[in-house]
């Protein structure tokens, strides 16, 4: 089977690398990928949203299945663009349709669909810069911190957490008047803060069944002791030691069972992952925000957990067939240290040679934002690379990351060294 994955990060390098495994595939191919995805696949120099050129390269190479990673692609319609199109229609996308992946391309969307099918999430209202007044007077009725989000996709950048009111007024006038996060801000959700310990459930679903993946926890700020500014993360653990399985029931029966429902109920189409962002409140989950795909850098340590061919496990999907799969789990626990350039996620400098990566020993190495040059491997981006390893505990599994990580070199690298300081 010919595979292509739209994707540039960590997440399509995890992805690539375990499909990659599976006997069953033939040629694949990431559009446009890195230099990790180089290694063990054909990179392609497409852009994931150019959907003709996508279009003439499978139909060029015979693709069987496309694997979407970023949720750009999947909030511009590719699932529906291949539906729509005799010549596509019977290749199947791991992703979901447009109005599914809505659910992530609007907040406001997101929160009316958790209304509708009564599952649990903090209050809100929307506003406009119509009715920015109105937005002052309902921060006013809440207590602090405030939470402020665009509604629109801002690049996992568009949330802001703000203990002062006064600051929260101003941040809401630089969101809706002054554009601070573009277009995506033309809107925003205001909801009250819900204070606990957040985690990432992750849910496979044909549309009619589903599966879950195991749970994990990243790491948002930039800074030691989740301080500074917000990241697209910083590393992740898998399981999270908190989450237990009495917990889990809850999440599934109060979540996930009400959210594949509300697919049905809605009339929405859905072949794909859900990523539901939990806030557990005393011991009950509550949904800060759907995503409609995998996260990063989550993927780096959910994917090397699921022992499953995932060949087969997209082809059930495809098929609607995924009642019939058992997931099988490694025990383990894995973790993620994220590299990152210096001063990500603020300005930061491109194309620095990046060393020792060939002496990581023991664990997995997951590119995000690197590329080749000359058969150098450079940085392309923020997040550089992620160090995945296995351990009996995430202590263990995190002691065995950061021994790899201090292998690595590149100028002004960075990284936390206090992932899991919460649990």
Not at 360 to 383: C, M, N, P, Q
């Amino acid at each position: 089977m010919n595979i292509l994955i739209l994707g540039s990060g960590g997440r399509e390098h995890t992805f690539t690398w375990k499909i990659a495994q599976s006997p069953k595939v033939g040629n694949l191919f990431v559009a446009p990928g890195n230099a990790g995805t180089a290694k063990i696949a054909t990179n392609v120099n497409i852009g994931v949203t150019d959907f003709e050129a996508i279009k003439e390269f499978v139909v060029g190479e015979d693709v069987n299945m496309v694997i979407v990673g970023p949720e750009d692609p999947l909030v511009l319609g590719v699932a529906d663009f291949f539906l729509e199109d005799d010549a596509l229609k019977h290749i199947p996308v791991i992703g979901p349709q447009k109005a599914g992946a809505a659910l992530e391309g609007s907040k406001e969307v997101a929160k009316e669909f958790m209304s509708r099918h009564k599952v649990p999430t903090a209050a809100y209202k929307s506003f406009t810069a119509d009715n920015l007044e109105e937005g002052y007077e309902f921060l006013a009725s809440l207590n602090p911190p405030y939470v402020l989000k665009a509604d629109g996709l801002a690049a996992g950048k568009g949330v802001l957490i703000i203990d002062n009111l006064e600051e929260a007024k101003t941040e809401l006038k630089n969101m809706l008047v002054d554009a601070k996060f573009g277009a995506a801000s033309t809107k925003v959700v205001i909801e009250e803060f819900l204070k606990g310990i957040e985690l990432s459930v992750f849910v496979l679903t044909d549309g009619k069944d589903y599966v879950i993946l195991p749970n994990a926890k990243d790491y948002k700020r930039i800074g030691e002791g989740d301080t500074g500014l917000n990241t697209g993360g910083m590393g992740a653990i898998s399981p999270v030691p908190f989450a237990n399985d009495e917990f889990m029931q809850k999440v599934e029966d109060r979540i996930v069972k009400p959210t594949v429902g509300g697919f049905h109920k809605d009339g929405i189409p859905y072949k794909g992952f859900v990523f539901i962002g939990l806030m557990k409140v005393d011991n009950d989950p509550f949904v800060i925000e759907y995503n409609v795909r995998m996260g990063d850098p989550e993927t780096e340590v959910v994917l090397p957990r699921v022992k499953n061919d995932f060949v087969d496990l997209f082809q059930a999907v495809a098929d609607q067939k995924l009642g019939e799969v058992e997931l099988d789990i490694d025990e383990r626990t894995a973790t993620t240290v994220m590299v990152v350039s210096g001063g990500y996620p603020e300005a930061y400098e491109k194309g620095k040679e990046i060393t020792g990566i060939e002496a990581i020993e023991d664990s997995v190495v997951f590119h995000a934002g690197t590329k080749l040059d000359d058969g150098k491997v450079v940085t392309s981006g923020g997040r550089v690379i992620a160090i995945t390893s296995y351990g009996s505990d995430f202590k263990e599994a995190l002691d065995k990351s950061y021994v790899n990580v201090k292998k690595l070199n590149f100028d002004k690298m960075y990284y936390r060294t206090d992932l899991g300081f919460d649990l």
